[in-house]
Every structure is written in structure tokens, then in C-alpha cells.
């Protein structure tokens, strides 16, 4: 009977220590709303009439820039040299038969610096003849649309071959123009993904060939050892990273990668 009683009180006093410390965090954070030590933003969205035409364009412009905000990522990757440094950057790790090393993170992110780097005149000249005039209101949105891509426009023809852009051309049923300044970029756009794709597989291939004759190489000794239970990968991969070491082989990758848009 005294231990029911003992229990009893027990509960009771851990009952009322909860109590207790559920109004002392209520009072705590009735303090901290009611005295907050930091500015809370206020954001209103509100859906109305226009009073105006203005107000209507206003809306139409920020939702075309959302729009073209969210195609980024497609004009990083068809419009500029990612394409081509990525592939080639996959054909190293694939002929070095290193599986996921450097992981997938690490080539992207050095297509992408890359990228960076080799366009870096071309972004240059769009901020000093578009950009810029555009924001200090020397120029209209139309004017800097205009001179925007002329130099985007240059460097894709560049790297362009006549042979793929005439493809494009035809099947448009657009005739050549005379001036580089009045290709669309409907036809110039994959005419250049096109020439990037078949750039970049020329540049796989010959990086493939000191490899495969390593690979032939131990697999023709083995079998003349008579080991033909191991596998000729497991043999070659050292002395293909010891050859791709010795070579400074990501220098001479990425070297080659930068002059092949000069």
C-alpha cells in the first residue's frame, strides 16, 4: 500500500515538473515574439487587376526572364565548349579503365571551370557592348539582344563546320546568307552541337590509342604465359596510370582541350 502511495507521488511530482517546464518555454518564446532580435521580411504576393498597360508588360517581361532563366542550364551545355570538354574528359577516364575515378562530381566541375575559362573573352565582350550599355539605359532590350549575340554568335561559327551548318540550313529551307551576322540560331545551334559531337570523338580516339596498345600489349603476354584466367585489365591499369603520370597526361588533356578553341 505505500509503495502505490510512493508511486502516486512520483508521477505527481514528474507531472508537475513538465508542467513547469512547458509554461517556462512558452513564456520563452511568448518574449522572443514578442521582442525579436533580428527583422523578419515581409513578402506580400498579391493577384489583381492592372491598371495600366505598363503594369502588363512589366509582368510579361519578368516572367519571360524566369523562363529563359530556367533554359540555362541547355545554353551552358549546346552553346558553349562544355560539350566538347566533357566528352573528352569521359574518354580519359573511360581509356584508363579507372571505372568512377575521378568521379562523375570532379568532370563536371572541370568541364564546367573549363568552360568558364574558354569562353571568358566572349562573356567579356557581351558585358561591355550588351550588358553594361543595357543597364546604365543607353540602349534598348532590343539593341542589347542584338549586340549580345554577335559575339556568341562568332565564336559558334568558328567552331562550326560548313558542311554541318548547310545541313541545317537545307533542312530549314533557308538559304546561305551572305553576311555571319544573319545566321539563325535555330540552324547555327545544332550545327554546332553536331560539329562539337564529332570534334570531341576525334579527340577520344586518338586518346584511346596508347592505351589499346598497352592492353594488347599485356594481353598478349599473358596469354603467352598461359595465364588466361586473369584478366589483362587487372595488368595493364598500373602501367596505363603509370604511362598517363609520366606523360602528364591531364596537362597535356586540358592544354589540348583550350587550343582546340583558339
Excluded: H
Amino acid at each position: 500500500m505505500g509503495k502505490g502511495i510512493e508511486v502516486k507521488k512520483n508521477k505527481f511530482s514528474l507531472g508537475l515538473f513538465v508542467l513547469i517546464g512547458l509554461l517556462c518555454i512558452c513564456c520563452y518564446v511568448g518574449k522572443a515574439y514578442a521582442q525579436p532580435t533580428f527583422p523578419i521580411p515581409d513578402l506580400n504576393l498579391q493577384v489583381g487587376t492592372a491598371e495600366g498597360p505598363e503594369q502588363l508588360v512589366g509582368t510579361l517581361q519578368l516572367l519571360l526572364l524566369l523562363a529563359a532563366l530556367s533554359l540555362a542550364p541547355a545554353f551552358v551545355i549546346l552553346m558553349t565548349s562544355f560539350t566538347r570538354v566533357v566528352i573528352v574528359l569521359g574518354f580519359v577516364r573511360n581509356a584508363l579503365a579507372t571505372q568512377q575515378i575521378p568521379p562523375n562530381q570532379v568532370i563536371t566541375g572541370l568541364a564546367l571551370f573549363l568552360t568558364f575559362f574558354i569562353m571568358f573573352p566572349v562573356f567579356s565582350q557581351i558585358n561591355n557592348d550588351a550588358i553594361t550599355p543595357y543597364l546604365q539605359e543607353d540602349i534598348s532590350f532590343e539593341e542589347a539582344l542584338d549586340q549580345g549575340a554577335v559575339p556568341l554568335r562568332e565564336f559558334m561559327l568558328n567552331n562550326t563546320r560548313d558542311k554541318d551548318l548547310a545541313l541545317f540550313l537545307e533542312m530549314a529551307e533557308v538559304e546561305v546568307p551572305e553576311d555571319r551576322r544573319d545566321v539563325p540560331f535555330r540552324s547555327l545551334v545544332p550545327a554546332f552541337v553536331l560539329s562539337e559531337l564529332k570534334t570531341a570523338f576525334q579527340m577520344g580516339f586518338i586518346l584511346f590509342i596508347p592505351f589499346l596498345i598497352i592492353d594488347m600489349v599485356v594481353a598478349s603476354i599473358l596469354m603467352s604465359m598461359g595465364m588466361f584466367m586473369l584478366p589483362p585489365v587487372i595488368v595493364s591499369l598500373p602501367f596505363k596510370i603509370l604511362l598517363f603520370v609520366l606523360v602528364d597526361g591531364w596537362y597535356l588533356v586540358v592544354q589540348s582541350l583550350v587550343e582546340s578553341f583558339g
